[in-house]
């Protein structure tokens, strides 16, 4: 088989601009702040629901959801004594419905805002101890009861909340 001398050199010229472009990719999971050394172990406490709703399965997986995605994603190792390096509490003080759009005399789209309370402490250095407030939004449609809504939009949430407390903990941004 004769290769044609344009099509080879074709081919060669694909094959420099896709080696040249992956090699010029760099990988971030959203400019995760390095960890200090000295810091080696977390502690997520237990974390509360004080909303006046309460969805009695949403904390503990978020509590769960949280220990993994450090576990998975840093070098620190988790404990439960009350010297941890970074002490992470909080809780969960909003989780309500508001009707966000009416179409005639019906409600025709809901908004269920969820805020956790983050309380962050590092005990190495008390400079980095904050508090702060993670809100996120989720539209349903209006015939849904939240029940209903609960059903399709729990595994959002739960990533939601979690990767907010972790990107607010570790994260430059």
Known sequence: MKIIPHVKIF???VFLLITLSFATCKYSTHDVAPIPADVKTFRVNYLENKARYV?????PQITEKLKQKIIGQTRLKETNNDDAHYDISGYLSDYSVITSGITGNAASVNRLNVTFHLIFKNTLDNTKNFEADLTTNYDFPGSQTLQQAESNLSDQIIK???DGIFNKIFSNW
Do not use: A, H
């Not at 969805?55 to 904390?59: G, S, V, Y």
């Open 11 to 13: 081919v060669t010229s």
């Open 55 to 59: 969805n009695p399965q949403l904390m």
């Open 160 to 162: 939601n909340v979690t």
